[in-house]
């Protein structure tokens, strides 16, 4: 299999074209009249404080981003490091909050649409869609058609784009200074400093847009150098011009102005009115409108074009982690886009233009932005301390952890400062993110989180409360999972190729794990530092598990894990990785634990955590399979394995019944009846009489593969009595496979069996 790469064909300037693209847009268009009514001049600083929280922001994103250079940005890093649970808070989170700034953005666009075309209102009974909804909504139609067959800005349209954008702001700025009146900016707090966070909460919606560059990393030319230089400089670059952009405004007309131009006018008349008054100066005031008219509708549908794209795009991603239904990603067949993705989501984002709230819409699109952004330093903090193999930044933040944490918290903190109705929106968004994990995503998704690995892996030096909590939170797996304990390399391929076969039917993952026996004198965490000195061939014993497997086409999970006990572990860790199945090896002294009364088979036939498979190896061959039952509780265990290995393999099984003497036509419809409960009609029935271990000797002779159920005579009658299975696996020549499914047992059922 052939890996293909993304070309690396995008410099240091178009890498940040793209983060200023997205940012600069109805922000700075739409909210300076609003924003100055909400806290007066000081709303500038405003600007910056938001600012200085997203470079926070980025420079986690920045390390993140060269380290796994993923399509999906902020959500694929938090759903990767903190797992299913907090990946369906943060999808959710940054899917609606895209939508929610759609919606704002599209406002936005309509509300400079009306400025110079006549747009009729639709009366509808009691409410009344205004000429800018109605204008939003056929703009927000059109950018849903527009993503939905395909059509995307090209590299080239976008730079032209963003450098047009910065030429009309630059040039509105500096005729802005011309005319201004700096006394108008005093006091700087006539509201006092109160209104200073709530007013970055406002405008926090200016900044969505630089964790964008994340999700082109792996295209980027020298990403370890371009991409902190982009996302970092793309924040800088906006917030400077956003902060001089309203100082100029307010110079110009008076914050108290601004604010009634917007209530009493529209939210494009602020900016509109400063650029008349601007131009003016040198005669240029009908081209001024013009100019900054046309500026804002390339900043607000550029803005809600990219948004449309990526919200759409998110639940898409969604999708392929399973954590929602795979309908969403059904690809159109003459398109080639996640049609039924952008469906959804233009839907929702045409419903929330309804709302017609300017305010609750950019406030709802940032404080879903900011739950993600916390989440997304948090998630650095958890790959810089589980560290695992494959983590290796080419950019690292600087003075960490005080940077993530700052980040986390200022991200966190800034929702504080929304109104109480735009909290509660992201405390009802955060729940059913998490009721939606429990109820839906959970038994489906087959990703687990770094943090949740690093714990569960650890379970013996961590807090009881954190283990339980990471156990409680583990996906199902989505899939079917086999574990697969290794320990001699001379068998390894085998238990992988009988795991992958099962993994692989029933669209499943095999998990192999290495379990690293520490001696009672050392303590787990030194044997782990000294990994490479301690049990040099773990890495290549585990490396060669995974490209067995993943040559058959089946995904894999390897795992050492370090114990003081040897086979016991097993059990753990079959409990850990939520296994359905463990598919261990079987040889004279496989897996045993010296000094214990029981042997490692003895346990299987205890109370096991899942179904087990354990493989006496001669050779694995599946070509002839015998299947010996007299319907005990395993013999169903038994057959599905044969089932399975018959489909793989296209293997010829044979089942085995011994009857009393007298009694064969009674086996026969025993067997017959048993094939057809467990479809397994087509293999051949085979019934003999007399006794039981003999007659299972005899038929495995010419077959290369026994699967046989596993005994339920208790431990007292084992250590007195032996048992039938051992007795028989010991006697025939060809391999065997235990089967022993999972039930719970009673104290009593355990000691003396049923």
């Not at 759903?79 to 939508?99: Q, R, T, V, Y």
């Not at 003075?399 to 918290?409: E, K, N, Q, R, S």
């Not at 009364?597 to 694995?620: H, K």
Request: net charge negative; glycine share 10%; proline share 5%.
């Amino acid at each position: 299999m052939s890996d293909e790469d993304l070309a690396k064909d995008l410099g240091p300037l178009a890498a940040l074209t793209i983060g200023v693209g997205t940012m600069i847009g109805a922000g700075i268009f739409v909210l300076p009249g609003i924003a100055a009514g909400r806290a007066g001049p000081i709303v500038a600083l405003s600007f910056v404080v938001g600012g200085v929280i997203s470079l926070f922001t980025a420079l986690s994103a920045s390390e993140l981003g060269t380290a796994m250079p993923r399509a999906g940005g902020a959500y694929y890093y938090v759903n990767h490091a903190l797992g299913p649970l907090f990946g369906s808070i943060a999808g959710l989170g940054n899917w609606m909050g895209l939508a929610f700034a759609s919606a704002f953005y599209m406002l936005g666009f309509g509300s400079y649409v009306v400025t110079f075309l006549p747009v009729p209102a639709v009366p509808l009974g009691l409410v009344t869609i205004t000429d800018t909804q109605v204008a939003a909504l056929l703009a927000g139609a059109f950018f849903v058609a527009v993503n939905y067959v395909g059509a995307k800005e090209t590299g080239r349209l976008q730079n032209v784009i963003v450098v047009s954008l910065l030429a009309i702001l630059t040039v509105f700025s500096v005729l802005g200074f011309l005319q201004a009146d700096l006394s108008t900016l005093r006091p700087v707090a006539p509201k006092g400093w109160g209104p200073l966070l709530p007013g970055t909460a406002l405008i926090f919606v200016s900044y969505l847009g630089f964790v964008q560059i994340t999700t082109v990393g792996e295209e980027i030319k020298n990403p370890g150098r371009n991409l902190p230089m982009a996302v970092i400089g793309s924040v800088l670059l906006v917030t400077t011009m956003y902060a001089i952009v309203m100082l100029v405004m307010m110079g110009v007309v008076p914050w108290q102005e601004l604010e009634r131009l917007a209530l009493e006018v529209g939210e494009g008349a602020p900016v509109i009115e400063v650029a008349s008054i601007s131009f003016g100066g040198i005669g240029l005031a009908g081209i001024g409108v013009a100019l900054i008219t046309f500026g804002g509708l390339l900043a607000t549908a550029s803005s809600a074009n990219a948004s449309i794209l990526a919200s759409s795009r998110i639940n898409f991603a969604m999708g392929r982690d399973k954590l929602v239904t795979d309908w969403l990603n059904d690809i159109h067949d003459t398109f080639a886009t996640p049609y039924r993705s952008i469906v959804v989501t233009g839907a929702i984002i045409l419903a929330l233009i309804l709302v017609r709230e300017v305010e609750i819409l950019a406030n709802a699109g940032a404080v879903l932005h900011l739950v993600v952004y916390g989440l997304l330093n948090v998630a650095l903090i958890v790959m810089r301390e589980a560290d695992p193999p494959d983590y290796d930044p080419s950019f690292r933040v600087p003075l960490y952890p005080v940077t993530p944490i700052v980040g986390a918290l200022a991200s966190f903190g800034l929702i504080a400062f929304n109104p109480l109705p735009v909290i509660g929106l992201a405390a009802a968004f955060t729940a059913a993110g998490v009721v939606w994990f429990f109820a839906y995503a959970r038994p489906r998704t087959p990703k687990q989180g770094i943090l949740g690995q690093y714990v569960l892996e650890r379970a013996d030096r961590m807090p009881d409360s954190a283990v339980s909590a990471a156990a409680s939170v583990q996906p199902d797996g989505g899939t079917y999972r086999v574990m697969v304990p290794l320990a001699n390399p001379e068998h390894q391929q085998d238990l992988i190729e009988l795991a992958s076969a099962i993994a692989k039917e029933r669209d499943g993952t095999v998990v192999a794990t290495h379990i690293v026996q520490v001696p009672d004198q050392m303590a787990l965490a030194s044997a782990r530092d000294q990994m490479d000195d301690f049990d040099a061939g773990s890495r290549d014993l585990l490396a060669s598990a995974e490209a067995d497997a993943e040559t058959m086409g089946v995904p894999v999970e390897t795992h050492t894990i370090y114990s003081h006990r040897g086979f016991e572990e097993i059990f753990d860790a079959a409990r850990t990785h939520a296994a359905d199945l463990v598919v261990m090896g079987w040889g004279p002294d496989a897996h045993g634990s010296p000094g214990r009364v029981e042997s490692a088979i003895d346990e299987v036939a205890g109370d096991v955590p899942c179904d087990f498979l354990v493989l006496r190896d001669r050779g694995f061959d599946p070509s002839r399979i015998l299947v010996p039952t007299a319907g005990g509780p395993d013999s169903a265990l038994s057959a599905a394995i044969a089932r399975i290995l018959q489909r793989g393999f296209d293997a010829d099984v044979t089942l085995l019944h011994v009857a009393d003497e007298g009694e064969r036509s009674e086996g026969e419809a025993f067997l017959a009846e048993w094939a057809t409960e467990n479809d397994l009609q087509d293999a051949a029935r085979r019934v003999e009489t007399g006794d039981v271990e003999t007659a299972i000797e005899r038929a495995a002779a010419d077959h290369t593969l026994l699967v046989i159920g596993a005994t339920e005579r208790g431990l007292l009658s084992r250590l007195v009595r032996g048992t039938l299975v051992l007795d028989v696996v010991d006697s025939v020549e060809c391999s065997v496979v235990l089967a022993e499914k999972h039930r719970s047992r009673t104290l009593r059922e355990r000691l003396f069996g049923r």
